[in-house]
């Protein structure tokens, strides 16, 4: 049966709070399975599987699935899907604990999702220093940019960084807006980011507060940013900045996370 009949059978209301705008193209859908790696062996996590059809897809290709859903109004519509190796929690994936979730999944199983785009930061935040090998979703096309935007790019920042630190980014497909149900307004695109366990030798807490700061104020200096952040002074915060080999003009786009690395070091 077609999706949309599906839906209006079991009676269900879009919730726009939800960022609710569903895939429905099979050819589609197995596509951004595979650019997620589900394979027999794989143990996959998805975030909010909505109507089911990445779901189905996810469930035909590997050994596991386990989604998160937090419209309960979903239960009638998923309840149509038959398959041994899934697993539904009608959960808030946000107010869920990372262990909570990791206790049902071996280490290195892959996120692959469709997400609700008004929380895209905080769900690929969560997972960074997940025990999964892979995130792979669907954001929107402007945000994929800057999931993989590398320094000096004009998509780069906090969030450019903190995916660097941990692993590697890149866009696999462009999804244009008619793909979906209803249609968003604007284009998506799937980001992969693959996780890279202690990418870095660094203290990676110090290093993501020295982020945060470098971008806190976009359009101040990075010393600026430092003062109002840490504290300082502003001669401390240049002499700081000049021991890393920074200019003291710099803003925080221009720096690579090999510098904030350095940077970090010197402040803590
Ligand atoms: N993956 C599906 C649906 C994408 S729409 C598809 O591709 O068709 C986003 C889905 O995330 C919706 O089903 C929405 O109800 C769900 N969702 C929204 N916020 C959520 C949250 N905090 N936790 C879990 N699921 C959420």
Do not use: H, W
Not at 46 to 56: F, S
Not at 118 to 139: E, G, Q
Request: with cysteine; proline share 3%.
């Amino acid at each position: 049966m077609e999706i949309k009949s599906i839906l209006k059978k079991n009676n269900f209301k879009f919730n726009k709070n939800f960022g609710q705008n569903f895939l429905t193209d099979v050819t589609l859908l197995k596509d951004i399975a595979d650019d997620g790696g589900a394979d027999s062996n794989s143990e996959i996590l998805e975030i909010g599987p909505g109507a089911g059809t990445l779901t189905e897809q996810l469930c035909k290709k590997s050994k596991k699935v386990l989604a998160y859903e937090i419209d309960a109004s979903l239960k009638p519509v998923l309840n149509n899907l038959y398959y041994d190796n899934l697993e539904i929690v009608f959960k808030d994936i946000m107010k869920t604990e990372l262990s909570e979730i990791e206790s049902k999944l071996s280490k290195g199983y892959k996120i692959i999702a469709n997400i609700p785009y008004y929380i895209t930061t905080p769900i690929i935040t969560k997972f960074l220093a997940s025990n999964a090998s892979s995130i792979t979703v669907t954001v929107q096309k402007e945000v994929a940019k800057r999931l993989c935007a590398a320094e000096k790019e004009a998509d780069y920042g906090a969030i450019s960084v903190a995916i660097a630190l941990y692993g590697n980014a890149f866009i696999t497909r462009i999804i244009p807006a008619e793909k979906f149900y209803p249609v968003p307004k604007v284009d998506s695109a799937v980001v992969r980011i693959d996780l890279i366990k202690n990418k870095y030798a660094c203290d990676y807490e110090k290093v993501r507060k020295t982020v945060k700061a470098a971008f806190c104020m976009r359009r101040k200096t990075l010393v600026n940013n430092l003062i109002s952040a840490f504290g300082l002074s502003k001669n401390r915060a240049e002499e700081i900045l000049t021991d890393c080999g920074i200019d003291i003009k710099s803003r925080g786009e221009e720096l690579s996370v090999e510098k904030f690395i350095l940077l970090s070091d010197k402040i803590f």
